[in-house]
């Protein structure tokens, strides 16, 4: 079974930190761009962060300079490093591999941002 798990969500303070992880499970197509997205009740989905396979990364203008985006080249993984988190940072985070055909998402992890 072909799967994406996220975890390391949870609830922080304004200005706090959390790191996010996206292990995989099962066989994929060959994956060419891991990212992070993030989605709000009743919004759509919105790209947070994207690395390609050559490791060249993309950022939403919102989260540039307080996330970092990582992968592990040896397998489907990637990682999210948030600092300076704020109130509009909460949202159900999601991680993404796509691949040549069809793009795969895991499940989600919540991130809360409250004093």
């Known amino acids: 079974q072909v799967q994406l798990v996220e975890s390391g969500g949870g ?3 304004p ?3 959390l790191n996010l ?3 995989s499970t099962g066989t994929f197509q060959r994956i060419n761009t891991t990212g992070w997205y993030r989605q709000a009740p009743g919004k ?3 790209s947070v962060a994207q690395i390609t396979g050559a490791g060249d990364t993309n950022y939403a203008d919102i989260v540039k300079g307080r996330f970092t985006i990582s992968r592990d080249g040896a397998k489907i993984a990637a990682y999210l ?3 300076g988190l704020e109130p509009e940072d909460a949202d159900v985070y ?3 591999a796509t691949g040549r055909t ?3 998402w895991g499940q989600g992890t919540q991130v809360t941002v409250s004093t």
Do not use: A, I, L
């Open 94 to 96: 999601y991680c993404s």
């Open 11 to 13: 609830v922080v303070q």
């Open 21 to 23: 992880s996206c292990t």
């Open 81 to 83: 490093q948030m600092k």
């Open 102 to 104: 069809r793009t795969y």
């Open 44 to 46: 759509q989905r919105e």
């Open 15 to 17: 200005g706090g930190s």
